[in-house]
């Protein structure tokens, strides 16, 4: 089984602060993915990284696949409240048959102040 | 119109009671999942299937049971109830099974306790 590990676990910040959320293996994926889930709701795809070194904006947030594919990070520009949740990565491996599997990282639950 | 709608949203149970949770995606894919996550929100994969076919099934007990009558609905039987099944129950459907530059498209979760 391979497994992702999300840190930080938690993390609380003021309106306006930038943080990092990183998402590492010692096992290489296909691809890698981040969701983002609010209470009371399933997961939403933000990101879809699948090259080695890949980088990908979107709005505020910047993600980064890992040269090797074992790792990635997620930055976040001038945190707004909005942007509280919870934060998932999630590594694509090929589980035979044709067929590929997500495993999902525990998460970063993360709040932002106002 | 809700992509991946499952129902109900709330299961309040007894031990050693048998329940059933629904799952419908309207979107054409041909792949669907059940997750299950804890209170610390870790999201595992239970079952896979493709096309009606079980493609996936993850190392669950065999009172979990998933059935899927045609390839846009997979439900979930539980057998048996116990208290560490309490837990909320996401479906999920993506194209394909090859995932690894798809998506998973999320249900609003069914939040199962058990007493």
């Known amino acids: 089984t391979q497994l992702l590990e999300q840190s930080p676990q938690f993390l609380s910040i003021q309106e306006g602060e930038n943080l990092t959320v990183y998402c590492n293996s010692s096992s290489v994926f296909s691809s890698l993915q981040w969701y983002r889930q609010e209470p009371g709701e399933g997961p939403v795809l933000l990101v879809t990284?699948?090259?080695?070194?890949e980088v990908k904006k979107l709005k505020r947030l910047t993600f980064q696949f890992g040269d090797a594919r074992k790792d990635s990070s997620l930055h976040i520009t001038a945190a707004q409240p909005g942007d509280t949740g919870l934060y998932l990565c999630?590594?694509?491996?090929?589980?035979?048959?044709?067929?590929?599997?997500?495993?999902f990282g525990k998460g970063t639950k993360l709040s932002v102040i106002p | 119109d809700t992509a991946v709608s499952q129902t109900p949203k709330y299961l309040v149970t007894q031990m050693g009671n048998d329940k059933s949770i629904k799952c419908e995606q309207n979107l054409g894919h041909d792949t669907m999942y059940w997750y299950k996550q804890d209170s610390k929100k870790f999201l595992k994969i239970m079952f896979s299937?493709?096309?009606?076919?079980?493609?996936i099934n993850e190392t669950v007990p065999n009172r979990f049971s998933p059935k899927s009558p045609d390839k846009a609905h997979l439900n979930l039987h539980i057998n048996s109830l116990e208290l560490g099944d309490s837990a909320v129950y996401f479906c999920a459907s993506s194209h394909g099974t090859a995932i690894y530059t798809g998506e998973l498209f999320f249900g609003e979760g069914s939040r199962l306790t058990v007493l």
């Open positions: 299937y493709n096309n009606k076919e079980l493609i």
């Open positions: 999630a590594g694509a491996s090929y589980s035979g048959a044709g067929s590929y599997q997500l495993t």
């Open positions: 990284v699948v090259t080695g070194g």
